[in-house]
């Protein structure tokens, strides 16, 4: 019983697992396969799972297209905006807790401004619709970098104080000792040591702010649009334009996946402090 | 090198007072040990003299300059962390020529030449290339020194950086750090809960507790002569033996067993005492053993009840009739369990104090 | 590349011991400003708002106008949003049980049964690599898959001569076709991250067989915070049904959406957010706890 048993489990295990891989594989795969055929190669039974005449034209389309390519222009802008942003002031705000955090009221204030990006973005988007309507920042480039802050800059505050945090004060304070003045220790000492931390805290960031949507469809619309707001609409005569939408999945999802390869191991540090999801 | 004034330092955090009104004098080239158990305010003492805190009231002055107000980049000290502070993303050579890139002025050359000097004196010299995360326990302690030797600083602070070392490493890194002091004559404040550690290298002991300094004296004065209950109990090892008394006769006192009659000379001093309390102390050291009551001498009739050994000598924890347990030092394998006899007082080496509370100060 | 802009912003730790003081509040300070201004202040007048009135555009309520509780009254007695609870009740409870489970357990494979590293961490980045696509994407790409004429998976049931149903046709069916999306793109990612910290099959396994009850902590942490981004839900059910058919596989959200930006009835709107809000503040409270006397043991 023992032995079938041991035998067996790793035997189910493996099993799941490649079933489980080809779950996960297959949309990606399907996404690529899509934007390599032609639109009536689509919608077809059975499936066209290898495109017999793959042709680069939906590619084609994205990248001459000023509507898509404008789309991703947006969102690059606004991405690293909301990005640099939320790194410069979460990464002081990190410190600061890390290091004086009973003086500006302790673990409570980290954590409750933790908390406010677990309201429902669309709770913080509908007042911010007509604040933003008063300060003319609808449909604008800064506009939707501010509000992109409200859920990066809590994450980018609570991942770098956890980053400082893994650095003990008494690093900062033997140099001090040994002469050095607090500007000097921090760029000696702090910062080569969080260095790897800040980087995976501004790629998360960026890839957060990268994909989001409901804010952009409300506040953006005529003269900034990022690229999802872009893909509902890549409609023609109620005919949907699945390979150039596939096409464009491609192009925009690269990015993100290239940084998650590249920075793997600080991402997955910073997506296990519970705040991943948007 | 200069000689360290703490005056009346005070430092409290919110409602707690870390430290109380200290006072120290160290001289130039001394090494003082701060000593006492966690809490005690020790390591507050050596962070103030580092300007790593901020006094709440007090002064701490190094030769005649008053350093309070300084950043403790300003000071001119150096100091050994207890975590010791070594930077992972330097290899040893760079973390010990840390402090002298500080200012940024000095030549490559004088760092390479000054960093060699100081490895050579702290044996650091075979592993100078290698990262922190590769070294043992004890070559990072070398390479920590090192860091705070280079500099020749005028003040050299420690703060526990033995505590997490096994017995021979420490004894051994003690010796050093000792040889290494008296070389180069520096001034020297070392902080330990380790009352043995603190006997072993301090020219003198200050013995705190509560944020009070309990006594300051050379490593005999606070052994032979505790100056309050507190430092009977805290110093030495074994654990001096304390006898909580009520004085029951002119000579006598009482802890509810046993009556313990006072050698004349000795029970003079009873009449300073303020009240009925008062406090009897033996170390086990001044305990000897007798197989019948010896006369005309303060000894209590005991049965051995555990057998410590330590080599050349037993420490023997005996039981009296009543329970209260006692413990002595004789020579290995002269006693067995259960023997029953007699523990003898030394009767030069008793110590009195002044009631049974820990602060309650010596009256003989 | 950011060397420069620390350089810039840390001049205000100064030397002198009586600057330290100010530092505190000065790096801290433009986060808290920030994010009271971005967050904390708006919220604040929507709170304002949910006890009033108001449709911009309308004749009768072209201003905010006080009507005490009767956004709330309305919103509890309106079935529509009754539909979306329960919807979100489904949604929440199927599907947090089910990513989480799923989840844990390909994390137990995957720490157990795959010795070879390179395979491992090529296992583990592949089944991160969805949650990099867009949610709005991701949806897009599940609407593809599930089409009733030529989507794949009805082509696949269609190649082994099964019934092929319209996947995104009914409400239970349409939401658990939502949720296979969902877990799809970010099942794992608390459970299997947490797991991935644990490095190496060891130590993976000491802690299955010796420390279960810390398992279960991190099933349960796992489960609150898929739970809480239930609140949130709302890209994929836009391109997926849009809430269809009719409105029978509407969200909170996603209702909140439609009363605030189809029909303007702002005061309604905030309302709703505040109920969501207070929902998700209670989850989190809930969380927190949890996460504390974890701590303590």
Same mark, same amino acid.
């Given at each position: 019983m023992a032995t079938t048993d041991t035998r067996l489990t790793p035997a189910l295990g493996k099993l799941f697992l490649l079933i489980y891989a080809v779950f996960a594989a297959f949309p990606i795969y399907w996404t690529i396969n899509t934007a390599l055929k032609p639109l009536e190669l689509i919608n077809t039974f059975p499936p066209t799972f290898v495109p017999t005449d793959p042709s680069l034209e939906a590619f084609t389309w994205v990248l001459t297209n000023s509507r898509a390519t404008g789309s991703i222009i947006d969102s690059l802008i606004i991405a690293s905006g909301t990005t640099v942003l939320s790194v410069l002031l979460g990464a002081l705000a990190g410190y600061g807790f890390s290091r004086y955090g009973d003086d500006v009221g302790g673990e409570d204030v980290a954590f409750w401004l933790l908390s406010t990006r677990m309201f429902p973005p669309i709770a913080?988007?509908?007042?911010?619709?007509?604040?933003?309507?008063?300060?003319?920042?609808?449909?604008?480039?800064?506009?939707?970098?501010?509000?992109?802050?409200?859920?990066?800059?809590?994450?980018?505050?609570?991942?770098?104080?956890?980053?400082?945090?893994?650095?003990?004060?008494?690093?900062?304070?033997?140099?001090?000792?040994?002469?050095?003045?607090?500007?000097?220790?921090?760029?000696?000492?702090?910062?080569?040591?969080?260095?790897?931390?800040?980087?995976?805290?501004?790629?998360?960031?960026?890839?957060?702010?990268?994909?989001?949507?409901?804010?952009?469809?409300?506040?953006?619309?005529?003269?900034?649009?990022?690229?999802?707001?872009?893909?509902?609409?890549?409609?023609?005569?109620?005919?949907?334009?699945?390979?150039?939408?596939?096409?464009?999945?491609?192009?925009?999802?690269?990015?993100?996946?290239?940084?998650?390869?590249?920075?793997?191991?600080?991402?997955?540090?910073?997506?296990?402090?519970?705040?991943?999801?948007? | 090198m200069a000689e360290v004034t703490i005056d009346n330092l005070t430092k409290e955090y919110g409602s707690i007072v870390a430290t109380n009104d200290i006072s120290i004098d160290i001289d130039d080239g001394e090494l003082v040990v701060l000593v006492g158990p966690s809490g005690c305010g020790k390591t507050t003492t050596l962070r103030s003299i580092a300007g790593l805190e901020t006094p709440t009231s007090g002064s701490i002055h190094f030769g005649d300059t008053d350093v309070t107000d300084r950043a403790p980049q300003d000071r001119d000290i150096s100091m050994v962390f207890q975590d010791l502070a070594l930077y992972p993303h330097m290899t040893a050579a760079e973390n010990v020529a840390f402090p002298l890139h500080a200012d940024g002025q000095q030549p490559e050359t004088t760092v390479r030449e000054s960093v060699e000097e100081v490895a050579r004196a702290t044996n650091c010299e075979e592993f100078l290339d290698k990262k922190v995360v590769d070294l043992s326990g004890g070559q990072r302690q070398r390479v920590a020194l090192a860091r705070a030797l280079?500099?020749?600083?005028?003040?050299?602070?420690?703060?526990?950086?033995? =505590?997490?070392?096994?017995?021979?490493?420490?004894?051994?890194?003690?010796?050093?750090?000792?040889?290494?002091?008296? +070389?180069?004559?520096?001034?020297?404040?070392?902080?330990?809960? +380790?009352?043995e550690e603190a006997m072993t290298m301090g020219?003198?002991?200050?013995?705190?507790?509560?944020?009070?300094?309990?006594?300051?004296? +050379?490593?005999?004065?606070?052994?032979?002569?505790?100056?309050?209950?507190?430092?009977?109990?805290?110093?030495? =090892?074994?654990?001096?033996?304390?006898?909580?008394?009520?004085?029951?006769?002119?000579?006598?006192?009482?802890?509810?067993?046993?009556?313990?009659?006072?050698?004349?000379?000795?029970?003079?001093?009873?009449?300073?005492?303020?009240?009925?309390?008062?406090?009897?102390?033996?170390?086990?050291?001044?305990?000897?053993?007798?197989?019948?009551?010896?006369?005309? =001498?303060?000894?209590?009739?005991? =049965?051995?009840?555990?057998i410590e050994k330590i080599g050349t000598e037993d420490i023997v924890r005996c039981r009296t009739a009543g329970g209260t347990e006692i413990t002595g030092v004789v020579p290995a394998g002269a006693l067995s369990f259960g023997q029953e006899g007699y523990l003898v007082f030394d009767p030069s080496q008793l110590h009195l104090f002044d009631g049974h509370d820990e602060n309650a100060p010596r009256l003989n | 590349m950011s060397t420069?802009?620390?350089?810039?912003?840390?001049?205000?730790?100064?030397?002198?011991?009586?600057?330290?003081?100010?530092?505190?509040?000065?790096?801290?300070?433009?986060?808290?400003?920030?994010?009271?201004?971005?967050?904390?202040?708006?919220?604040?007048?929507?709170?304002?708002?949910?006890?009033?009135?108001?449709?911009?555009?309308?004749?009768?309520?072209?201003?905010?106008?006080?009507?005490?509780?009767?956004?709330?009254?309305?919103?509890?007695?309106?079935?529509?949003?009754?539909?979306?609870?329960?919807?979100?009740?489904?949604?929440?409870?199927?599907?947090?049980?089910?990513?989480?489970?799923l989840g844990t357990l390909l994390a137990l494979a995957l720490y157990n049964y795959v010795e070879n590293q390179t395979l491992r961490v090529g296992l583990l980045t592949l089944f991160v690599v969805p949650m990099m696509y867009a949610p709005l994407v991701a949806g897009r790409m599940w609407?593809?898959?599930?089409?009733?004429?030529?989507?794949?998976?009805?082509?696949?049931?269609?190649?082994?001569?099964?019934?092929?149903?319209?996947?995104?046709?009914?409400?239970?069916?349409?939401?658990?076709?939502?949720?296979?999306?969902?877990?799809?793109?970010?099942?794992?990612?608390?459970?299997?991250?947490?797991?991935?910290?644990?490095?190496?099959?060891s130590r993976w396994m000491m802690f299955r067989?010796?420390?279960?009850?810390?398992?279960?902590?991190?099933?349960?942490?796992?489960?609150?915070?898929?739970?809480?981004?239930?609140?949130?839900?709302?890209?994929?059910?836009?391109?997926?049904?849009?809430?269809?058919?009719?409105?029978?596989?509407?969200?909170?959200?996603?209702?909140?959406?439609?009363?605030?930006?189809?029909?303007?009835?702002?005061?309604?709107?905030?309302?709703?957010?505040?109920?969501?809000?207070?929902?998700?503040?209670?989850?989190?409270?809930?969380?927190?706890?949890?996460?504390?006397?974890?701590?303590?043991?």
């Amino acid at each position: 019983m023992a032995t079938t048993d041991t035998r067996l489990t790793p035997a189910l295990g493996k099993l799941f697992l490649l079933i489980y891989a080809v779950f996960a594989a297959f949309p990606i795969y399907w996404t690529i396969n899509t934007a390599l055929k032609p639109l009536e190669l689509i919608n077809t039974f059975p499936p066209t799972f290898v495109p017999t005449d793959p042709s680069l034209e939906a590619f084609t389309w994205v990248l001459t297209n000023s509507r898509a390519t404008g789309s991703i222009i947006d969102s690059l802008i606004i991405a690293s905006g909301t990005t640099v942003l939320s790194v410069l002031l979460g990464a002081l705000a990190g410190y600061g807790f890390s290091r004086y955090g009973d003086d500006v009221g302790g673990e409570d204030v980290a954590f409750w401004l933790l908390s406010t990006r677990m309201f429902p973005p669309i709770a913080v988007v509908l007042p911010i619709f007509f604040i933003f309507g008063w300060f003319n920042l609808q449909d604008t480039h800064i506009g939707l970098i501010l509000l992109y802050l409200t859920f990066n800059l809590p994450l980018t505050t609570w991942l770098m104080r956890d980053f400082f945090n893994k650095i003990p004060y008494s690093f900062e304070e033997a140099a001090y000792v040994d002469g050095y003045s607090p500007l000097r220790a921090f760029r000696k000492v702090v910062f080569p040591l969080v260095r790897p931390g800040l980087i995976a805290t501004t790629m998360l960031s960026w890839v957060f702010a990268w994909n989001e949507f409901i804010f952009a469809l409300i506040v953006t619309g005529n003269d900034v649009n990022p690229y999802p707001t872009i893909i509902p609409t890549l409609i023609l005569s109620n005919q949907i334009l699945w390979n150039q939408i596939m096409a464009m999945a491609v192009i925009v999802t690269i990015p993100p996946t290239l940084i998650l390869i590249a920075f793997r191991k600080h991402i997955i540090e910073g997506m296990t402090l519970g705040v991943a999801e948007v | 090198m200069a000689e360290v004034t703490i005056d009346n330092l005070t430092k409290e955090y919110g409602s707690i007072v870390a430290t109380n009104d200290i006072s120290i004098d160290i001289d130039d080239g001394e090494l003082v040990v701060l000593v006492g158990p966690s809490g005690c305010g020790k390591t507050t003492t050596l962070r103030s003299i580092a300007g790593l805190e901020t006094p709440t009231s007090g002064s701490i002055h190094f030769g005649d300059t008053d350093v309070t107000d300084r950043a403790p980049q300003d000071r001119d000290i150096s100091m050994v962390f207890q975590d010791l502070a070594l930077y992972p993303h330097m290899t040893a050579a760079e973390n010990v020529a840390f402090p002298l890139h500080a200012d940024g002025q000095q030549p490559e050359t004088t760092v390479r030449e000054s960093v060699e000097e100081v490895a050579r004196a702290t044996n650091c010299e075979e592993f100078l290339d290698k990262k922190v995360v590769d070294l043992s326990g004890g070559q990072r302690q070398r390479v920590a020194l090192a860091r705070a030797l280079v500099r020749k600083p005028e003040v050299f602070l420690m703060d526990e950086p033995f =505590s997490d070392l096994d017995e021979l490493l420490k004894r051994q890194l003690r010796a050093e750090v000792v040889r290494i002091q008296k +070389d180069l004559g520096i001034t020297m404040v070392h902080v330990t809960h +380790d009352q043995e550690e603190a006997m072993t290298m301090g020219d003198r002991l200050v013995v705190m507790n509560d944020g009070e300094i309990a006594q300051m004296g +050379d490593p005999d004065t606070v052994f032979n002569e505790p100056a309050r209950l507190f430092v009977a109990t805290f110093i030495g =090892s074994p654990q001096i033996n304390r006898f909580d008394c009520r004085i029951a006769g002119d000579r006598t006192l009482t802890d509810g067993e046993l009556e313990l009659e006072l050698p004349a000379d000795a029970a003079d001093v009873l009449d300073g005492a303020t009240g009925e309390a008062v406090t009897l102390c033996i170390r086990p050291q001044h305990l000897s053993w007798a197989d019948e009551r010896p006369a005309d =001498s303060l000894a209590v009739p005991v =049965s051995v009840n555990v057998i410590e050994k330590i080599g050349t000598e037993d420490i023997v924890r005996c039981r009296t009739a009543g329970g209260t347990e006692i413990t002595g030092v004789v020579p290995a394998g002269a006693l067995s369990f259960g023997q029953e006899g007699y523990l003898v007082f030394d009767p030069s080496q008793l110590h009195l104090f002044d009631g049974h509370d820990e602060n309650a100060p010596r009256l003989n | 590349m950011s060397t420069t802009r620390w350089d810039i912003s840390l001049p205000v730790v100064g030397d002198r011991l009586a600057d330290r003081e100010l530092a505190p509040y000065l790096l801290v300070g433009p986060t808290i400003v920030t994010v009271f201004l971005v967050t904390i202040g708006p919220m604040l007048w929507s709170l304002w708002l949910s006890f009033n009135r108001w449709k911009p555009g309308s004749l009768a309520y072209q201003e905010p106008t006080f009507t005490g509780v009767d956004n709330f009254a309305w919103l509890f007695t309106n079935d529509r949003f009754i539909h979306s609870v329960v919807n979100f009740a489904y949604y929440g409870g199927v599907g947090v049980f089910i990513q989480v489970a799923l989840g844990t357990l390909l994390a137990l494979a995957l720490y157990n049964y795959v010795e070879n590293q390179t395979l491992r961490v090529g296992l583990l980045t592949l089944f991160v690599v969805p949650m990099m696509y867009a949610p709005l994407v991701a949806g897009r790409m599940w609407q593809l898959l599930f089409l009733p004429g030529g989507g794949v998976v009805n082509g696949f049931l269609g190649i082994l001569g099964l019934p092929q149903p319209s996947w995104l046709g009914s409400r239970w069916l349409g939401l658990t076709s939502i949720m296979v999306a969902d877990t799809w793109r970010a099942s794992l990612s608390d459970s299997l991250y947490e797991a991935a910290q644990v490095d190496g099959a060891s130590r993976w396994m000491m802690f299955r067989r010796i420390t279960l009850p810390q398992l279960r902590n991190l099933i349960i942490v796992a489960a609150i915070l898929r739970f809480m981004d239930a609140y949130k839900f709302f890209d994929k059910l836009f391109v997926m049904t849009n809430g269809g058919p009719g409105s029978t596989t509407e969200l909170p959200t996603y209702f909140t959406y439609l009363v605030g930006f189809q029909n303007f009835n702002i005061g309604r709107a905030a309302a709703l957010t505040w109920v969501l809000g207070l929902g998700s503040i209670i989850t989190m409270m809930l969380f927190w706890r949890y996460m504390r006397t974890v701590e303590e043991v």
